[in-house]
C-alpha cells in the first residue's frame, strides 16, 4: 500500500513533468488564441469538405439546403422516406400543431443550427448521417419554460450496429449525450454545458430500420451543475399510411405509440457549465 509521502511525491513529480511539457501540446493557449484555432481549424475542414464533394458528388445528391449542405452522403429518398415518417406520428403533429404564442414546444434541428465550426467536426454530423446510418437529422422539440424538456426523433438505419441485426450500444450513448446537452445549454448562461458522467441501463435490444423516440428532461441544478434523465423506445414497424390515419395526439405525455413500442434504454446524466466557457465554440445558438 503506498504510503502518504510517496503519494505526495508522485503527485508533485507528475505536476512538474505536466507542467514542463510545451504549451503547444498541451493545449494551454491563452483563451482567445484557443478559439482561435478552433475556428481556423473547423474552417479548414469545412473547405476541405466542400472542396471534395464538388470534385465527388455522391451519386445521388445532396440535399441543397445551406443549413446541411455539409452533410455529405445523405440521399433525398432515403431522407424524404424518413421524414415523412417521422412526420406521420401523432405526437410529432400535435407538437407541431403548436403555434406561438403560447407553444410549450420549439421544433429545431440542432445538427442544422449548429455552429458551422462545429458542424462539419461533430460526430453525428459528419459521420452518422447517411443513407443506411441515421437517414435524416434528428428531429428536436424544445421546451423551455419552467422546465426544460426535449422530445426528439430519429429514424435508425441497418449500417450501424454492434451485432448484426442489433443497433450498437454507443449509437443510444450518443443520442442521449447529445439531446441531454441541448437541455443543459438552455438553462446555462453560457449556452455550454459538458458532460461530467453519464449511465445507461438498456431495457431490450435496439433493432434497426426503425424510427426511435427518445425524451429528456431537466431534474435537478445547483449552480453550474444540473442532472438530466431520459428514456429512449423503439417504436414497431409501421406505414406512414397507417399512423397518419390515426388520431393527433391530446398532449405531450407519453404517446401510444411509443407505449405500443419498447423501452430500450434509460439514461441520467450530470453536466457542467465550464468555467472558461470564451475559449470554446457553442453548439447552438443563443
Known amino acids: 500500500m503506498r504510503s502518504k509521502a510517496t503519494g505526495a511525491s508522485y503527485a508533485c513529480l507528475s505536476k512538474r513533468l505536466y507542467c514542463s511539457r510545451p504549451k503547444a501540446t498541451t493545449g494551454l493557449l491563452p483563451n482567445g488564441t484557443r478559439h482561435h484555432c478552433i475556428i481556423q ?10 472542396a471534395l464533394c464538388e470534385k465527388h ?19 433525398i429518398q432515403s ?30 434541428r440542432p445538427y442544422r443550427d449548429m455552429h458551422p465550426a462545429a458542424r462539419t467536426t461533430h460526430l453525428v454530423s459528419a459521420s452518422l448521417l447517411g443513407p443506411t446510418k441515421l437517414s435524416t ?41 447529445d439531446v441531454f446537452a441541448r437541455c443543459a445549454a438552455v438553462v446555462f448562461r453560457s449556452r455550454v454545458g459538458m458532460t461530467a458522467s453519464m449511465s445507461v441501463e438498456f431495457r431490450a435490444p ?8 427518445y425524451r429528456a428532461e431537466i431534474v435537478k441544478q445547483e449552480g453550474r451543475k444540473v442532472w438530466v434523465e431520459g428514456q429512449m423506445r423503439c417504436l414497431r414497424s409501421f406505414a406512414v399510411d397507417e399512423m397518419s390515419s390515426r388520431d393527433v395526439a391530446r398532449d405531450d405525455a407519453l404517446s401510444i405509440e411509443e407505449m405500443e413500442g419498447t423501452l430500450v434504454a434509460e439514461a441520467k446524466a450530470l453536466f457542467i457549465e465550464p468555467k472558461n466557457t470564451e475559449a470554446m465554440v457553442r453548439l447552438y445558438p443563443v
Open 137 to 177: 437529422d434528428p428531429v428536436f422539440f424544445l421546451q423551455s419554460d419552467s422546465v426544460c424538456k426535449v422530445i426528439a426523433a430519429s429514424y435508425i438505419g441497418k449500417d450501424i450496429c454492434g451485432h448484426p441485426g442489433y443497433v450498437h450500444g454507443g449509437l443510444s450513448f450518443v443520442l442521449f449525450d
Open 41 to 50: 481549424y473547423a474552417t479548414r475542414k469545412s473547405h476541405q469538405k466542400q
Open 57 to 75: 458528388p455522391p451519386s445521388r445528391g445532396v440535399r441543397a439546403s445551406s443549413s446541411i449542405a455539409t452533410f455529405r452522403g445523405i440521399d
Open 206 to 213: 435496439a433493432v434497426p430500420d426503425r424510427v426511435y423516440v
Open 79 to 108: 431522407q424524404q422516406q424518413a421524414e415523412d415518417l417521422i412526420s406521420s406520428l401523432p405526437i410529432t403533429r400535435y407538437l407541431r400543431s403548436l403555434t406561438p404564442p403560447g407553444a410549450k414546444f420549439t421544433e429545431s
